[in-house]
């Protein structure tokens, strides 16, 4: 009976490998910090009359979906809606694969989960900008040719990923846990706040004398904030 229970147990070794997960190279506040400031250091070069992120695919409100997709900027053009929505997923796909790569993650795990996750997010406001939802005034209505409209703006497509979400939780919830692992809402959230505070030094730097200086210590804070 011993020798059964240990040849059972290393059989089950053998065949049920653990997946440790590796041990973060950085800390999710660092990661986020340089993703923030690179992203934000890129746009910048806008100011050079270059435009580094003019390639990110934009959605606009339609009544006819071949033209509701197009780059940010007409720089951009010959990319079209669908070379811009495919470019956009590439990039965010690898920039966001290498940030689970430092946090320790399964990166081909994470852009699996990542391309389900993209999938469903943008089909949501793609769905959220169709002018039965997102037309506002009589004169939009008239633009897009619909008689009528639950008046959401684009920003309906929230609605509609709310409702996505919740359907995929409980009606295939097999398929909700193999997109955990790229449902990471605390990084992604950082990321969003250390955009939102250069913005605003940006903003009181466009305004005020001492522009500069306070721009530079917006950034030192943030810096500071997260390394502390």
Known sequence: MIFSGVGFRKMSEATIPLQAAEPPRFSEDVVALVLGLAVFLLSLLSLTGANPLGWLVTTKVWS???AALAPASKAYASLGGLGSLLVTYLVLTAVLSATAYLLGDNVRRFALAFTGV???????????????????????????????????????????????????????????????????????????????????????????????????????????????
């Open 118 to 228: 993209f999938a469903i997010a943008y089909a949501s406001w793609f769905v959220g900008s169709s002018a039965h939802l997102a037309a506002v005034t009589p004169a939009d209505q008239a633009k897009f040719g619909v008689s009528w409209s639950l008046k959401l703006t684009n920003e309906g497509g929230y609605i509609v990923a709310l409702l996505a979400g919740l359907a995929v939780a409980n009606l295939f919830p097999a398929f909700a846990e193999r997109l955990r692992s790229a449902v990471r809402p605390e990084l992604y959230i950082k990321i969003a706040i250390v955009l939102l505070g250069a913005s605003i030094a940006t903003t009181v730097a466009s305004k005020l004398t001492l522009g500069s200086s306070l721009m530079l210590r917006g950034l030192a804070a943030i810096v500071e904030a997260y390394l502390i």
């Open 64 to 66: 006819d979906p071949g």
